[in-house]
């Protein structure tokens, strides 16, 4: 017990307590103010689902013409027709429709390349049944370039922007082009879909059949709709 009786050593024990204490106090607080700022995110009396998921950005290196086409199963999936208020889901981060994501992105595709066209949009993180999502991958072709270029949406920021080296086709759009939630709408009024979930969707052109799609990912399945 000498240690004790040096006054030195007390005080520096002391210190390190403090410390301690401190840094418990801090992470405490920043919880405490961290879900403080949830809830006041989320809708008054929401008794559903709060997906606040983190974005990945992808690290893509090569693209191909029938990418759009694979929709593949999202982390969170949100039933498409809840049947009661539990079964309601809420994205904190979905500030977007795929329409929505595209306008933002088409801006810096632009200025990357005039003669660029879209090859195809996915949701990049949480869908929603409002067709917002958390995050967006939008890819861009060039002839002129001969590279596509892909743009990472979070929430309503691009958080990535960057060249690949893979040369794909771009096409125009649809005229009567509708947006995510729409085509999510049609499978929430459809009765056999009365049990499914959705948890991503796409936006491709298929070289096939000649016309734009959406392709929803509902359950273990993928629903295909056409945009003419």
Do not use: C
Not at 64 to 71: A, L, M, Q
Not at 155 to 177: C, R, T, Y
Not at 196 to 204: G, K, L
Request: overall charge neutral; cysteine-free; hydrophobic content about 40%.
């Amino acid at each position: 017990m000498n240690y004790f009786k040096d006054k030195k050593n007390i005080a520096i024990l002391t210190l390190i307590i403090l410390i301690i204490l401190v840094t418990i106090f801090v992470i405490i607080s920043f919880k405490k103010n961290t879900k403080s700022e949830v809830n006041n995110l989320v809708p008054k009396n929401f008794k559903g689902q709060v997906i606040d998921d983190n974005i990945h950005i992808p690290n893509t290196t090569v693209i191909s013409n029938t990418d759009g086409e694979v929709v593949p199963r999202g982390e969170y999936s949100v039933k498409l027709q809840p049947q009661s208020e539990t079964e309601q889901a809420y994205v904190l981060k979905a500030k977007l429709t795929l329409k929505e994501a595209y306008g933002l992105a088409d801006i810096a595709a632009i200025k990357w390349a005039g003669d660029s066209k879209l090859v195809f949009i996915k949701s990049n993180g949480a869908l929603g049944l409002d067709g917002r999502s958390s995050s967006w991958q939008i890819v861009f072709s060039s002839d002129q370039n001969k590279r596509a270029y892909e743009v990472i949406i979070s929430a309503d920021q691009i958080v990535s922007a960057k060249e690949v080296d893979s040369l794909i086709d771009g096409f125009d759009l649809p005229a009567n082009w509708y947006d995510s939630y729409e085509a999510i709408a049609s499978l929430r009024i459809d009765p056999q879909f009365a049990g499914d979930t959705i948890s991503a969707i796409s936006f491709y052109y298929s070289g096939a059949e000649k016309s734009w799609a959406y392709g929803i990912a509902s359950g273990d399945k993928t629903t295909a709709m056409w945009v003419k």
